[in-house]
């Protein structure tokens, strides 16, 4: 157990991160896009994902409450080294979840006041996710060219948010909202593009452990699926997003689906790079984890709570699944 628990650990920790990315991403998509809409879209937009946003979260608690019971010493690291991006992540959600509520309730000369703060929360909220991801990957290095780095990844984040959000509006929605979101789905595809091509360039620069299991073999082979199968899964975006007859027979889902595959092939490839570090080059899954005693009894909470999140989560897009409804409040 002693070799076995942290590794289970490391990998729940893993997945949680994943779902979250992917659900919470595209909610985030969604709110940048809101400052793009024309106002009478904006309410079916914040309908197509108020069901859902908050059980989105969940996974991002479960995630870092994970690290930060099973591996305490890493969270010592990672927090310590993005006190301030996390610091401006939570501010980010903060404005997010206020505007949300207000503008429910604001009078309509307000609304598009917190409709642009909705929107200032998700660009905040993502750049500050991919600022940390980088500042993860280079192993929390404070150069120009990790700095660059960062920044390419804060930028690249938002840009798979705005296509995931908007691949989402294009299930959600129908009619001229459907129309709009395909046409964001397809300028945000290029960006989201040369965004991972940058990133999967510099990423073995930054890090020669990431260099040495990137083009050494077998991992060489071993890596080689994954920018295949990207490639066409942005083929499939780039294609999908320019056919209208596609979306309009019903296959606009494509469009979402590719995008998560990116993501999870990104999250794939990161694994396999870093693995078996929790921090990279400090720490490793077994150095960084807590006494296996302590493991024990995270594991039976953990095997109570998994599953009822998961539970949840399917719950609710079972129960709200389909296309959006209009937007009604009572009195």
């Known amino acids: 157990m002693e070799t076995t628990l942290p590794l289970f650990f490391m990998a729940i920790m893993g997945l949680a ?10 909610d985030l998509g969604v709110g940048i896009l809101l400052h793009f809409a ?4 904006k309410d079916m937009m914040v309908a197509s994902i108020g069901p859902f946003w908050d059980a ?8 870092v409450g994970i690290m930060l019971v099973a591996f305490p010493a890493a969270h010592g690291v990672v927090l310590s080294a993005l006190y301030l991006p996390v610091a401006v992540m939570l501010l980010g959600l903060m404005i997010r979840g206020v505007s949300f509520d207000f503008r429910t309730k604001a009078h309509d000369a307000r609304k598009p006041f917190w409709n642009r703060m909705f929107a200032i929360g998700s660009v905040v909220a993502a750049t500050s996710q991919g600022w940390m991801l980088g500042s993860y990957v280079s192993g929390f290095r404070e150069d120009l060219w990790t700095w660059a780095f960062n920044a390419v990844i804060a930028l690249t984040v938002p840009a ?5 959000g908007a691949g989402w509006l294009i299930m959600k929605g129908e009619g001229e909202l459907q129309t709009r979101a395909v046409g964001w789905a397809r300028k945000a595809i290029l960006p989201f593009a040369l ?3 940058a990133v999967s360039i510099a990423t073995p620069l930054i890090s020669e452990t990431i260099y040495n299991k990137w083009f050494k073999l077998p991992g060489l082979f071993a890596l080689l699926p994954i920018p295949l199968i990207t490639g066409a899964a942005f083929a499939a975006l780039w294609h999908v997003t320019g056919k209208k007859s596609i979306i309009d027979a019903g296959y606009g889902w494509i469009v979402f689906a590719s995008t998560v595959l990116v993501l999870i092939l990104a999250t794939l490839g990161l694994a396999y790079s870093i693995y078996p570090y929790v921090v990279i080059d400090r720490l490793n899954v077994w150095e960084a984890a807590s006494a296996t005693s302590s493991l024990v009894i995270l594991l039976v909470g953990t095997l109570i709570t998994l599953p009822a999140i998961i539970g949840y989560t399917i719950f609710v897009y ?3 699944w389909g296309k959006a409804q209009e937007l009604t409040y009572g009195a």
């Open 160 to 164: 798979a948010y705005v296509v995931l």
């Open 318 to 320: 079972r129960i709200f």
């Open 38 to 41: 024309p106002e009478e879209h």
């Open 17 to 26: 991160m994943l779902i979250y990315v992917i659900l919470d991403g595209y």
């Open 56 to 63: 989105n979260e969940t996974w991002l608690v479960l995630g």
């Open 195 to 197: 965004g991972i091509a």
